[in-house]
């Protein structure tokens, strides 16, 4: 069975160009490389809709020369491979936060935004400024607007509605890969976590391969799915 939602934490760009006596930031640019090579095969394999966790709301905090790098990165990728995904039927959305990333960098997602796809075939959502507490709460705030306008009733609250009005409506996640060997969620999406299989790999991210990627496939269809049931 392949996974609708497969998410990804591309975690060890750093490390990576650390251990090769190399600044951060080539190893940034090797992650950028890699990823463009993954996300078609991704697709290809039957996968529906892809989260990338690309910058976390906490990544702020690190050097400003290591932010303004990435900002600029995600310029020219984005700006790079926005056609490619039209040709390909692939639909860019992005979870991120109102306020915080470059102003040149929102205009650029806002016209992605604009000239998406309508019907597309896949999904590929990149959390740019995200944290999963901060996605929590303001849903949490949007739906209390919602009732004060009087547009839904309290009761008409629920997981499901509530996970509709994440900053993007989208299936839970199914698959979650983090590289690097780190054994944790680091804020990550949250709410659509709550009964994803979870795979971690000591491979960091600029060397995380199609056959990696097939294996973390390999052991999502050995795992046991019960949602609670028990059989």
Known sequence: MI????????????????????????????????????????????????????????????????????????????????????????????????????????????????????????????CLNYSGSYEIVDTTKKLIKQVINKEINIDDINQDYFLKNLYQDLPAIDLLIRTSGEYRLSNFMLFSLAYSELYFTEVLFPDFSKKDFDEALEAYQKRDRRFGLVK
Do not use: C
């Open 3 to 126: 996974p609708e939602h497969v998410a990804i934490i591309m975690d060890g760009n750093g490390r990576w160009a650390t251990k090769r006596g190399l600044p951060r930031s080539k190893g940034h640019l090797e992650g950028s490389k890699n990823l463009e090579k993954l996300i078609p095969y991704i697709f290809e394999k039957g996968v529906k809709v892809l989260s990338l966790y690309a910058f976390s709301t906490e990544n702020f905090k690190r050097s400003e020369e290591e932010v303004d790098y990435l900002m600029n990165l995600f310029t020219k990728v984005l700006k790079k491979q926005f056609k490619t995904f039209q040709a390909n039927n692939i639909k860019v959305v992005f979870s991120k936060r109102e306020e915080g990333l470059p102003i040149s960098l929102e205009k650029l997602i806002a016209k992605i935004e604009n000239e998406n796809v309508s019907n597309p075939d896949y999904i590929l959502n990149i």
